[in-house]
């Protein structure tokens, strides 16, 4: 089975987590970050869950998945261990066109969760295709250790000479250009990143660039710079 890469939109969107245990703690915790509407459905629950409950960051309905859990619902994550209650929970939200993830239980997925580094709004996914996920969680620990929390302000510096670029009018062909220039020594810029210091970046900004940023403020606002 082969899975399309995308990025899912959860702001807004009402999510159902099916099961209580450890497996649903990590989902939720993950979760939590795209979404403020969260539901957990089961009898039991961790102690985190729990605290997370308790801190009104998620309702906890306190007993086993019914069909009527689904009103109102656009994704569910089922984390149980029990076979059929995996498959009733699938069978029930296909047949209200809810999208599913079943805990590793590919053939009960409308999609999967790949392997994450974030650093920022950089965001650097690995997937088997579920095939092995060892696989893609071992290859995301060496990119973590590869991508460091520098090329968080680097998205976030880029995303600012962009924006400048657009509203200086500049065509398309034009911001590729200028933009792929800035980047083709990234070592150097990296480190001036790592460094603090914000001097050698506006000086490359002006090479090609005809406005400034400030870029002082870009590394206060992402953790680059110590304001």
Known sequence: MKYLPVQLNLKDRRVLVVGGGRVAERKIQTLLEYTDTL???APEVTDGINALVAGGRLCHHKRKFKKSDLTGIDCVFTTVDDPTVSRFV???SKALNILVNTA???????FILPATVRRGDLSISVSTNGVCPAVARRLREKLADQYSQEYAVLVALMGEIRAAAIQNRKTDQDIAQQLHGFLEELAPLLTW???KDPGPICQRIARFFDFEIDVALVLARTGGHEA
């Not at 590793?104 to 409308?110: G, I, N, R, W, Y």
């Open 39 to 41: 539901t957990v459905v």
């Open 90 to 92: 699938y069978t029930e």
């Open 104 to 110: 590793d239980v590919p053939a009960l997925c409308d």
């Open 193 to 195: 990143i790592k460094q």
